[in-house]
């Protein structure tokens, strides 16, 4: 198997895109570590996997730092780091204010620097390790309703580049994937959160992609698995779009 006994760790796995990348891993043989607020969530997917999980709020350092130590105990040395966890606030950006930026940009690209800087140097140090970042279409096009979390992952796409070129001389690749729209409580909270608004936000991402229908976890999931994979060996510093053909650069 492409993933044989490879120690992995899976943030925001308790759910959508990172359940199924749990998922994917450990049927590719990763021994895979979930961490989650979600505590609970993360138990249940780590039971069916035979993994970990782990309590973590990759908003905090510190909260970062001990569940990837957490992680690697549990699993092994972690050679796989999939920075997923993520999350959304709905809503024009007039409407916005620094408490709602502080969650967005925290969760989406402070919590992606803190968890890769409490990895990195253990990857360094043994010569080897693969990262793959969630980012989005939205840090690619701009999505409407969705201003801060668009910043943060267009963080997330150049920070991605930085740490692949700062970590190629240690056999470290770092990439992200740019998802499109997927049926997952993300994004199918946006009606919840905004009504008539919200469902309309949503469709109209459905119908910006080329194939007109949303996107599965399971298919973002299997992309996350090549770059993870020896069989990306040769690509770092990429952003793979997973959106049904949304973007095309
Ligand atoms: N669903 C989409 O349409 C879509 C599109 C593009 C990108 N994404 C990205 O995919 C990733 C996964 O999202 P999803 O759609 O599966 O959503 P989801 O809500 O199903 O899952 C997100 C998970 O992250 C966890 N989480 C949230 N904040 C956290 C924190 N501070 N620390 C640790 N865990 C935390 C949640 O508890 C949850 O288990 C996110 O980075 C999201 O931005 C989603």
Not at 139 to 153: L, W
Not at 190 to 195: K, V
Request: proline share 3%; with cysteine.
């Amino acid at each position: 198997m492409r993933l044989e006994g490879k120690p992995a760790l899976v943030t925001g796995g308790a759910s959508g895109i990172g359940a199924a990348t749990a998922r994917r891993l450990a049927a590719e043989g990763a021994r895979v570590a979930i961490a989650d607020l979600d505590l609970a969530g993360a138990r249940d997917v780590a039971g069916e996997l035979d993994g970990a999980a782990v309590e973590m709020d990759v908003a905090d350092a510190g909260s970062a730092r001990a569940g990837v130590a957490a992680a690697a105990d549990a699993v092994g040395p972690l050679e796989i780091v999939v920075n997923n966890a993520g999350t959304d606030r709905f809503g024009w950006f007039t409407a916005t204010d620094e408490e709602m930026w502080d969650v967005v940009l925290g969760v989406n690209l402070r919590g992606v620097l803190a968890v890769t800087h409490a990895v990195l140097p253990s990857m360094h140090e043994r010569g080897g390790g693969s990262i793959v970042n969630v980012a989005s279409e939205a840090g690619r096009v701009g999505s409407q309703g969705s201003a801060a979390y668009s910043a943060a992952k267009a963080g997330v796409i150049g920070f991605t580049k930085a740490i692949a070129r700062e970590s190629a001389r240690f056999g470290v690749r770092c990439n992200a994937v740019a998802p499109g729209p997927i049926d997952t409580p993300l994004l199918n909270s946006a009606p919840e959160q905004l009504g008539d608004l919200g469902a309309r936000l949503r469709q109209g991402m459905i119908d910006a992609t080329a194939v007109r229908r949303i996107g599965q976890p399971e298919e973002v999931a299997a992309a996350i698995a090549f770059l993870a994979s020896d069989d990306a060996s040769y690509v770092t510093g990429q952003t793979l779009n997973v959106s049904g053909g949304l973007s095309m650069w």
